[in-house]
């Protein structure tokens, strides 16, 4: 299977960071492409994006000082299928990343990103206290993946509270 390029460059207001790329992801060659995904939707629906975006738009993002890596580039069919090895190595490569692009907010697609990330137990969506690289601050919304239970007026909700932080420039 492919890899999905990174969609990334130095100072960006958001880097959003999900677990690997979905087969889907792999076949077409853009980020949170499977079908039944929720992320183009909730960044529309929360005003980061003037339309939804398709996954094919993706490199759109860096226009409006956004965007995309994994903490694990393998793509697989689940999050399930990544090895502690993906995660310990990606966990290395995701903290250089930070290091060097320095986005104002790492946004975590999921509560298991963080917590795969920050070695943390207890995660709960929202802003982090502290960031786990300095001079970045770390935020975790609910995976926008289909197989979320979270519904979608919840996991927004997460996604606005993102856009009023950065757009008043609180981090």
């Given at each position: 299977?492919?890899?999905?390029?990174?969609?990334?460059?130095?100072?960006?207001?958001?880097?959003?960071?999900?677990?690997?790329?979905?087969?889907?992801?792999a076949?077409?060659?853009?980020?949170?492409?499977?079908?039944?995904?929720?992320?183009?939707?909730l960044?529309?629906?929360?005003?980061?994006?003037?339309?939804?975006?398709?996954?094919?738009?993706?490199?759109?993002?860096l226009?409006?000082?956004?965007?995309?890596t994994?903490?694990?580039?393998?793509?697989?069919?689940?999050?399930?299928?990544?090895s502690?090895?993906?995660?310990?190595?990606?966990?290395?490569?995701?903290?250089?990343?930070?290091?060097?692009?320095?986005?104002?907010?790492?946004?975590?697609?999921?509560?298991?990103?963080?917590?795969?990330?920050?070695?943390?137990?207890?995660?709960?969506?929202?802003?982090?206290?502290?960031?786990?690289?300095?001079?970045?601050?770390?935020?975790?919304?609910?995976?926008?993946?289909?197989?979320?239970?979270?519904?979608?007026?919840?996991?927004?909700?997460?996604?606005?509270?993102?856009?009023?932080?950065?757009?008043?420039?609180?981090?």
């Amino acid at each position: 299977m492919n890899q999905v390029p990174d969609i990334i460059a130095s100072n960006l207001k958001i880097l959003f960071i999900g677990f690997n790329p979905g087969n889907r992801s792999a076949e077409t060659g853009h980020h949170f492409a499977g079908y039944s995904n929720k992320f183009w939707k909730l960044l529309a629906a929360a005003g980061f994006t003037p339309y939804q975006f398709t996954p094919e738009e993706d490199g759109k993002l860096l226009n409006l000082g956004l965007g995309i890596t994994n903490i694990v580039a393998r793509p697989s069919r689940t999050a399930a299928e990544i090895s502690k090895e993906e995660y310990q190595a990606g966990r290395v490569i995701l903290r250089e990343k930070l290091l060097r692009y320095k986005p104002q907010v790492a946004c975590f697609a999921g509560v298991g990103v963080y917590r795969e990330f920050s070695g943390q137990s207890r995660v709960s969506c929202g802003r982090q206290a502290v960031g786990v690289v300095a001079g970045v601050s770390d935020f975790v919304v609910p995976s926008p993946s289909g197989l979320t239970r979270i519904v979608f007026a919840e996991q927004l909700a997460y996604y606005q509270e993102l856009k009023r932080l950065v757009g008043a420039n609180v981090f």
